[in-house]
Every structure is written in C-alpha cells, then in structure tokens.
C-alpha cells in the first residue's frame, strides 16, 4: 500500500483528503506572537478574523518540525502503508521538504519526497494526480513522475487583497503588485515559476473575464478536459470567486471544477480579498 501526505500549504479540501485517504501535515502560522497549526487549531475563517475591526495583525509562518512528519508517516504506516509519496511546497519557497527529509530518516517505511516547485493548491494539483495513479494500481515511481509533470502543467491566475504583503513576502519577484494596483486590479499569473501581471483590471467583471478567458486557453492535461480549481479567502472575496465559478462551471471545455479555501499559510502573503483559480 501506497501512502500520501502533503502539507497544509496544499489548501487540499477534505473531501479529496478523504476520498484519496491523504494526510496533511500543518504549518505553522504565526499571528500577533501566537504559534497556530494550520488546519488543526486554525482554519481560514480564524484566521481572517485576526484581520476585524481594521486590525492588521503580525503574522509569519514556518515548517512543521520533522517530529510532525514523523508521527504523520507513523500513522500511514500504521494503517498498512509499506511505501509513502510525500508531496509538499517548493523547496525554494519553505524548509518544509527539508523537514520532511530529516524525518524520512528516522521511519522504518521508505518515503519517496517530490518537490512540486509550487505552492497552494498547484500542491494539491499534484497530490490529486499523484493519488489516481496510486489508486489505479500504479507504482511509487510512476506516481512521483505524474506529479512532477503535473507540477510542470499548472497555471494560475488571482488577485491579490492585500499587495503589499505579496511583495514583502519576496515570492514575487520582478513583480511590484502594489505598485501595479495604483491603476487599477493587478490581475497576476504564474506558470511554473514564472509569475507576472496578465492584465491591470478596472473593475471585477474586467479581471474576471481576464482570468476566465486565460483559463479556457490552457492545454488540459488529459483527454477529459480541463480541471479547474477556485479558491476564496473570506467574505469579501466571494463575488470574484461566485463570478468565476458562474463563468465556467458549464463551459464545455471544463471536467471538473473544484472549490477550496484560500487558508492561512496563504493568506499570510496575500491578505483578505484574494481570489484565483489554478487550472490543469
């Protein structure tokens, strides 16, 4: 039996958790010098709330420590798993895998590590194809090849709420999203680790047919068409995040479209107010 585990980073819905029986390792988040584990004892609707009243909190994240990924490989072993595919953030991005790694050496089972280059849901994009191998009866090997290539097949497009977190979080390099936001909604992109400014919006039905538009565009990583992924952060973003689901929920070209929580490891970088899409 193959086991998988990501990292909370993934913002991986728990109905894909549950169906592909994957387990999550948080991060830890930080707000206002209280340490909080991602998805354990902090959720996102938490987590915007630190955000109330015109409040801007102190918040910093970090890598789960390696004892986390070893009680989590621990319990996969325990449920009958005799290998485990650990997928998880860029490298470049978080000492995650670096965690993950030390504690690959202090279990019993082999744990195969895949450095997704990606962050967010493009993390839980990989986990997905990586685990309908595995549940096709396909090997650790091949499993860890598909996420690599889905990995390398990923679009994304959002916007930001709050760009000046964006910009001091060095993740968006080259590209000065508060500045950007001057004349207007910086609608970003990013395929691989290339992110830019698709187009600066007037207003949301502009960046939403912008996004929607180069959606449609992107080759599908298979025959069945593509799969859309629409992610929200708290309240404010719900008209971005229902307009673009209302846009392409029906389109032809469109699989399968799934919804997820912009969470707090993201938000941390991004702020209230940030919607997007990842699609493969």
Known sequence: ?????????????????????????????????????????????????AWAGGHTPEISTSQPA?????EAYTRLADRGATEILSIHI???????????RIASDLVDVPVRLVDTGTASFGIACCAWAAAEV???????????????????????????????????????EGVDAEDASVDGIPVLAMAGDNLSVLTTATDLESAVAAMVDDALAWPPSDERGLRIAIGRSDSSSRPMSHALTDALQHHPSVAQLVQYRIG???GAHTGPGTSGLFVF
């Open 1 to 49: 039996m193959i086991g998988i585990i990501v990292d909370s980073n993934s913002q991986l819905p728990a109905e894909l958790a549950e169906q592909f029986s994957i387990e999550v390792v948080p991060l830890i988040v930080t707000i206002d010098g209280v340490e909080h584990r991602e998805g354990v004892d902090l959720d996102a609707d938490g987590f915007y709330e």
């Open 66 to 70: 390696p004892g986390a990924f070893v």
């Open 90 to 100: 860029a490298e470049a991005m978080s000492g995650t895998l670096n965690a993950a």
């Open 134 to 172: 595995v549940a096709a009866g396909g090997t650790i090997a091949r499993a860890a090849d598909i996420a690599a290539v889905r990995a390398a097949s990923l679009r994304t497009s959002f916007v930001v709420g709050v760009p000046q977190l964006l910009d001091r979080s060095g993740r968006a």
């Open 264 to 266: 707090p490891s993201v």
